[in-house]
């Protein structure tokens, strides 16, 4: 079985990404809730160390995923995502901030990217555009952002939850398909951008909702692109 390039995987760099994004939020506090931040703290002291062991390991995509670093690694962002879960569900809190909302969906972002983390190096492409998920989703509200030319939000479900997604492409109509990425969210015109389109070319009306197994070559360049632009400072 091939050795990998660990160090240089852009699956292990984008949950390395998401591992700081959750020390960022730890250490400034951006949870606006009752939250246990002492034990958050010693599970991104745990898995901040661990990380290395996985980076530097310089073995294969099916060995990585079958590391006790790896494992440990998931275990700790899994009980990470309990906690402010369970933070948040006892305290009955409800974002009413754009930088409340963007909090809970970049902590949203780095779950799943963790939770996913071992299927993906034992299945995906050593490829940056397989270090995301790439999702086929259906456009079920589109309109347009005030105050704003070309940014058009959009509710998009991809079979099991809704996604908000920001757009400058022009024309996206409801019960159309699109492929889209699970990026870092961003900011625009005060409205929080949960994923990304890959382009602006439906997808067949007969395309399943969820994972795209197969995404056509324009969406897996662009979804590359941007992979590459997340772990940038990891490099």
């Not at 990998?4 to 700081?20: F, M, P, Q, W």
Request: charged share 25%; with cysteine; aromatic share 6%.
């Amino acid at each position: 079985m091939a050795r990998l390039d660990t160090a240089k995987d852009a699956r292990i760099l984008v949950l390395e990404d998401g591992l700081r994004r959750l020390a960022e939020m730890v250490g400034n506090r951006k949870f606006k809730f009752h939250v246990e931040y002492s034990k958050l703290s010693e599970i991104l002291q745990e898995t901040g160390s661990l990380i290395y062991e996985v980076k530097y390991s310089y073995i294969s995509s099916k060995d990585v995923a079958e590391l006790p670093a790896t494992k440990k690694i998931v275990d700790g962002v899994s009980q990470f995502s309990k906690l402010v879960n369970h933070a948040v569900k006892a305290t009955g809190f409800k974002p009413t901030t754009t930088k409340e909302v963007f909090t809970l969906a970049e902590a949203s972002y780095v779950f799943r990217i963790a939770e996913s983390f071992e299927t993906r190096m034992k299945e995906s492409p050593d490829d940056p555009a397989y270090a995301v998920d790439i999702l086929a989703v259906e456009v079920s509200q589109a309109q347009p952002v005030p105050e704003s030319k070309n940014l058009t939000e959009c509710r998009c479900t991809d079979g099991s939850r809704i996604w908000r997604i920001l757009t400058n492409i022009s024309g996206v109509k409801p019960k159309t398909k699109l492929a889209c990425a699970v990026l870092p969210p961003a900011e625009m015109m005060g409205i929080v951008s949960e994923a990304m389109f890959l382009g602006g070319d439906p997808l067949p009306d007969d395309t399943p909702l969820g994972t795209l197994h197969d995404p056509p070559p324009a969406a897996l360049s662009q979804a590359r692109a941007q992979v590459l632009q997340v772990i940038k400072r990891m490099m």
